[in-house]
T-cell receptor
Framework: NAGVTQTPKFQVLKTGQSMTLQCAQDMNHEYMSWYRQDPGMGLRLIHYSVGAGITDQGEVPNGYNVSRSTTEDFPLRLLSAAPSQTSVYFC??????????FGPGTRLTVL | LAKTTQPISMDSYEGQEVNITCSHNNIATNDYITWYQQFPSQGPRFIIQGYKTKVTNEVASLFIPADRKSSTLSLPRVSLSDTAVYYCLVALTGGYQKVTFGTGTKLQVIP
């Protein structure tokens, strides 16, 4: 199993640009989440999903959209990037009674 | 969501036992306590999880008093490779999991 994979590893955007961060897992986990981690801070929950077709907002959802069309994939979309969205983004997945498995992260810089 | 409080940082010499305490005064009856470890530029990794009393695995021990308002992660004989940030989380397992990571405890192991 590859576990949780994220692409790209690094990305630089200009203010106002849009992009999608990809997340995939091959463990057939129902639950998937997106977190952001700012320097010296803990992880903050952006959006999460409890299964295909079901998503909900986390702690800091503004500026981000998600969808879950398949069990495996959970992309995070930035519609109009802002410098405040410069951060490291982690995707995680788990089964209903299991602990979370995290991806390697995407380091995003918005100029 | 139960809020957690941990020391911001700790230093320890190699070979010593390290105890990191987490306070979670408003833990709910069905909440579990989970600890994660995060190295720089990596996603958090599960260490140990417990509900009450003591749990031990090959990496660490977790001590939870009867009132469950705090927990202590114990790392036996730390090495330089244990230098990392350690997060304490309190949340339901099973069902959807909307958890929040605090700032964690930065452990620095000194040779």
């Amino acid at each position: 199993n590859a576990g949780v994979t994220q692409t790209p590893k690094f990305q630089v955007l200009k203010t106002g640009q849009s992009m999608t961060l990809q997340c995939a897992q091959d463990m057939n986990h129902e639950y998937m989440s997106w977190y952001r981690q700012d320097p010296g801070m803990g992880l903050r929950l952006i959006h999460y999903s409890v299964g295909a077709g079901i998503t909900d907002q986390g702690e800091v959802p503004n500026g981000y959209n998600v969808s879950r069309s398949t069990t495996e994939d959970f992309p995070l979309r930035l519609l109009s990037a802002a410098p405040s969205q410069t951060s490291v983004y982690f995707c995680a997945s788990r089964r209903s009674t299991d602990t979370q498995y995290f991806g390697p992260g995407t380091r995003l810089t918005v100029l | 969501l139960a809020k957690t409080t941990q020391p911001i940082s700790m230093d320890s010499y190699e070979g010593q036992e390290v105890n990191i305490t987490c306070s979670h005064n408003n833990i709910a009856t069905n909440d579990y306590i989970t600890w994660y470890q995060q190295f720089p530029s990596q996603g958090p990794r599960f260490i140990i999880q417990g509900y009450k009393t003591k749990v031990t695995n090959e990496v660490a021990s977790l001590f939870i008093p009867a009132d469950r308002k705090s927990s202590t992660l114990s790392l036996p004989r730390v090495s330089l490779s244990d230098t990392a940030v350690y997060y304490c989380l309190v949340a339901l397992t099973g069902g959807y999991q909307k958890v929040t990571f605090g700032t964690g405890t930065k452990l620095q192991v000194i040779p």
